[in-house]
């Protein structure tokens, strides 16, 4: 499996039978991610947050979306298949899991903002298991897996580094590749997330937009 960092919280995961595009937002967006983002064969959104869905750039890709009701009702302009916590997705030898989430909430979010319906995916092709978390705050679970693409903001929206390394542990994951990091408004203490993240004893790499890793 191979997973292509982009802007903020996208990735695009590429397994042996299917390309998965993940949170393809506004954030420091280019024209120039379309012709890749094209490949892929589908489009998973976890929430309503203009920095994880970018509804010009899905109409012109016309790949089928997997999101939740709010985001449906959010941008009626697109089509989305609608998906909720506790839902599975099987394409041929793919499962996806839709997990829960939970976005921190901060007062600007008071008018519209805030999401009242938050979901992650768990992306397994038999082999390995990928979490894509979403922003979300620590919450109980009994979620495996191998690899989590997590958001460690903090200010309120996410998990800070200390919780993030103690959610990854319960987990049981292999390795840990942080997103969520491009916002100049909720800047990550990058400098802490490592020293957090090695105190722990975490395997973990920090992508730039373009890096590829195989998991």
């Known amino acids: 499996m191979l997973i292509k960092k982009y802007p903020q919280s996208c990735v695009f995961i590429e397994t042996d039978s299917k390309k998965i595009l993940v949170d393809p937002g506004q954030l420091n967006s280019s024209e120039e991610f379309l012709d890749e983002w094209k490949e892929a064969d589908m489009v998973l959104v976890t929430h309503k947050h203009f920095d994880h869905i970018h509804p010009d750039v899905l109409k012109k890709l016309k790949i089928p979306i997997y999101s939740s009701k709010e985001v449906a009702d959010a941008y009626p302009e697109l089509e989305i298949n609608v998906v909720a916590r506790g839902d599975a997705l099987n394409f041929y030898n793919l499962k996806v899991e839709v997990t829960k989430a939970v976005h921190g909430y901060i007062p600007p979010f008071k008018d519209g903002g805030e999401v009242l319906e938050n979901i992650g995916f768990i992306i397994d092709d038999g082999n390995t298991r990928v979490y894509a978390t979403s922003d979300t705050i620590c919450f109980r679970n009994d979620y495996k ?47 802490y997330m490592r020293d957090m993240f090695d105190k722990e004893g975490l395997k973990y790499k920090v992508l730039e937009v373009g890096d590829v890793v195989e998991v």
């Open 145 to 191: 897996a191998d690899v989590v693409l997590l958001p460690v903001t903090a200010h309120g929206l996410t998990m800070s580094p200390f919780e993030g390394a103690l959610f990854v542990q319960e987990l049981g994951a292999k390795l840990v590749l942080p997103i969520h990091m491009d916002n100049p408004k909720y800047p990550t203490d990058i400098v």
